[in-house]
């Protein structure tokens, strides 16, 4: 991902099958390990862009230091410059190990007695935390409430790490035991392995690389994840993670020349290594003609794909590459969308821009329905592409691109947490400043540089696609080397600091007492709580309640559709028009829903608000709900449905839900087989739509939450004047809960040709949120499977066992009727599963017979307390909780009182409410894997032993 394309990731825009590898993932601060005894010298100063400074240490370590009093959270973000490229043969993966093993302990946290863990540190704050690999860089990033105790221990757990892990093969793998993180790793892989499209993407990148190791998937191979060399592999930790190789960035609320002490004392006591890390000198030749891959497995919806070499990341021409890929791809303007998806060749097209530091790599893709013409779908996107000398570029779509990326950019630097992750990427790419000038440049952009770079780089014989014809005239493409990005910065000092906001408390209390709330004549309630943000940035949230149990019998399907049309144009508007007024005003909007009720979000400035509130308003009352947008979301909506049927999650998600559903077929909320669910997404009409909207649309029974900078006054009337006379012809009364009250059922499921198995473990509840045990069952999930990679599950299956890399369980609790239900989840090969299950139920057993200890409930008390302070900084996540609590008649009291109620809980009723309710006996298994292989390969090895 090129810098600015991350902040697309960030908000989820991109597909999953392009992501980096991930690793999901008080004490008293011990020194950091040292060669030498004498105090840091200073750190200097070197260079301050918006609001940002970089620091450097006399031992080379780089820091950027990002004060932002507006929310009472802090973000650190480490980022070692070292990634796949960095690996050697037989080291495939190296890089995405370290990064799982470095939490594992280290000298002062976990191996010294009495200490914590890695994640037992980061789980005491109530941090939000995770690590990824990727080509060029590792980075591993928390935020957590801002207090000195939660920051020093973070920054001492990161300068322990950086030199003191063990890298231990016990951790990684103990023949003796047969367990230990790399099976951790392997489950990863496999569950790679499992998608299809992301394979044939992987296969594709490897096929255009002849040497150079952006050809190899960072998650590497097989053979290198099982047989990893841990000399080898500590050797590699040693040479790269070092201050000299690494930045830290710290931002959010704190003083600046405090942390900045602290750092030095912390992290300057760490000798400057005395190595030298040598340049990656392979380069990939020249591509001397179009190449081709093709995979053959199992799976659902067809994909046709088309990589080419492009310029590196840091590269002048980057952002003209970034702003062609938008013009191509984007929903409904782009190219390839009018040219496969409006025709019906394909239900979806993406693209993959990863950002690299050396000469990088572009794949455009289609999703293309099962019995579609893969041949015409490949043909139609050649043309396209490698024809845009035909058919130039036009300003015009260069201009709405631009206000699209316009858009991302404003509200990540309105949010420094995602800002100080969206610059891990500029960093690999040559220098965090480069987010600052790319943005800059992309103002400037032409369509006839976007042209240039469409004619240069999307030409044939730079193409991997299927197929080889040889030429003898070969039209070769010379893709420019390293990018020095020091001169583009000479004198470059960027823009103003964003405006900052207020310093806001985020307790329940507060948060009550800043609200206010109204309710209009029609019935809609609201809730408004102003306050000054950072860039004067207001989140709103709009939920309309629909229908009743009777009238939306056999209406499943036809409300999904029609929440997810909404925004595909109104009466008035194109559903590009839509698109480019949000745009224009800076504002994103998402609207989600189906049959019972749908939930608008809008997030933006305060001085754009009253013109997208006016635009969604339209485009909630007086959507087109077109023949055309129709067919084509019904095309996607049954080709991912169509993907979904030989996939373990789907199919096991599906049968768990059916398992415990207590409704009768035509109810609402009736789950349905799968490929009954795929004929009723086929059954429904454009006319189906148009009469629910008519129907069941109205705000008379809706709630409205605004949190932010905002006008109260001026918005409380607008929300009259838009909705205060809304009604909908169908009346609305709110449908029960209901659980099925299943208990010890078994169900396994055959899903053929798939590397990975899918396990769920559920049991109903007969309670709802406001029981007296409640409180005590919430933080008894948290330790048995809650917590993030610490929990009793966590540490058996993962940690101890290495058989899954996901494993968790929920409490999902109703607030008005007794229809809860817990459950577990846990992925693995299908040779594991029984094992996975086996290892589930002995820690249930166990825990039940021996309780939880003292310690691990207060360590679950305050990161689960610590966890929930964190979510009510996001003003998005406050409004749809605020807005929610409407309907419910329910204020932030509810939350004081769970928080004073946890924080009371004795261990004694922790345990018993524990087992009072989790009965082993009545939990339910659903698994789904390729069983009847692991069952052939078992027989085969028996028979084989028997032979001999």
Known sequence: MKPITVLLLAAGMLSPAFLPSLAFAATPVEAVKTQKTLAPAAAIKVTSVEGITEYRLANGLRVLLFPDASKPTLTTNIVYLVGSRHENYGETGMAHLLEHLLFKPSANFGVKKGSKTPVEVLNSTGAQFNGTTWYDRTNYYATFPANDDNLRQILALEADRMVNATIDQNDLWNPATQKGEMTVVRNEFEMGESNPIRVTTQRMQAIAYDWHNYGKSTIGARSDIEQVNIPRLRAFYHKYYQPDNAVLMVAGRFDEAQVLKQINELFGKIAKPTRVIEPTYTAEPVQDGERSVTVRRSGGAQFVGAGYHVAPSGNPEAVAIEVLGEVLTDAPSGRLHKALVETKLASKVESNAASNLEPSYNIFGALVPVGGDLDAAQAAMLAVLEDMKSHPVTEAEVARVKQNMRKQIELATSNTARLTIALTESLAAGDWRLFFLQRDQLEKVTAAQVQAAAEKYLKTSNRTLGRFIPTDTPDRTVVPAYADVAPQLAGYTGRAVVAQGEAFDPSPANIEARTTRFTLPNGLKGALLPKKTKGNTVSVVLKLQLGTEESL???????????????????????????????????????????????????????????????????????????????????????????????????????????????????????????????????????????????????????????????????????????????????????????????????????????????????????KDDAAVYPALLMANHMLGGGALRSRLADRIRQKEGLSYGVSSQLNVPSREPAAYWMAYAISAPQNTLKVEAALREEIAKVLADGFTEAELVEAKKGWLQSEEVGRTQDTGLARELAGYLAEDRTMAYDKDLEAKVAALTLAQVNQGLRDYLKPEAVSVVTAGDFAKVAKERESGAKAATSK
């Open 553 to 767: 019998r056999g209406k499943a399907a036809v409300g999904a559709y029609t929440a997810n049309l909404l925004v595909r144009g109104t009466d008035q508007l194109s559903r590009q028009e839509v698109k480019d007024k949000f745009d224009q005003l800076g504002m994103q909007v998402m609207i989600q829903g189906g049959p019972e009720g749908v939930t608008a979000t809008l997030v933006g400035k305060r001085d754009n608000l009253p013109a997208a509130m006016e635009l969604l308003a339209q485009v909630l009352q007086k959507p087109a709900l077109s023949e055309k947008e129709f067919a084509e979301l019904q095309r996607e909506r049954v080709a991912k449905a169509e993907q979904d049927l030989p996939e373990p999650q789907p199919q096991a998600i599906n049968a768990f839900r059916r398992l415990i559903d207590a409704t009768p077929e035509g109810h609402v909320r009736h789950v349905a087989t799968l490929p009954a669910e795929l004929a009723n997404l086929k059954a429904v009409t454009v006319a189906d739509v148009k009469a629910f909207h008519a129907a069941y649309y109205g705000t008379s029974n809706a709630t409205f939450a605004a949190v932010g900078d905002f006008d109260p006054a001026a918005l409380k009337a607008q929300v009259a004047s838009l909705y205060g006379n809304w009604k909908a012809a169908q009346p609305y009364v709110r449908i029960p809960a209901a659980v099925k009250p299943v208990s010890g059922e078994k169900i396994t499921l055959e899903t053929p040709d798939k590397a990975n198995s899918v396990l769920f473990a559920i049991q109903p509840l007969p309670l």
